[in-house]
């Protein structure tokens, strides 16, 4: 009985260093921002990467993402 309830304990154990070790790693990708490549001509061409537009040759350019507005609140 003793060896089962030990037993128990440390999978308890192992079990939630494993959760925080998974939360942790979770955390830190999702701070993480992807860059993303366009052409100015052709925006349908999409990459991970700078390089160059397969249409028309021109230098693929960082996808800007518009800010996001702080909504204020009326004072009456």
């Known amino acids: 009985m003793k ?3 030990l037993f128990l ?6 079990v939630g ?3 925080q070790t998974a939360k942790s790693k979770m ?3 999702d701070t993480t921002v992807k860059k993303i490549y366009t052409c100015p001509m ?3 061409v999409v990459s991970n990467k700078p390089g ?4 028309c040759g021109m230098e693929l350019v ?3 993402t518009p ?3 702080k909504e204020t609140m009326k004072k009456d």
């Open 62 to 64: 960082e996808k800007k």
């Open 3 to 5: 060896k089962l309830i």
């Open 42 to 44: 052709h925006p349908e």
């Open 17 to 19: 260093a494993f959760a």
């Open 27 to 29: 955390s830190k990708t």
């Open 9 to 14: 304990v440390i999978s308890l154990v192992s």
């Open 67 to 69: 800010a996001k507005k």
């Open 52 to 55: 160059k537009c397969p249409k």
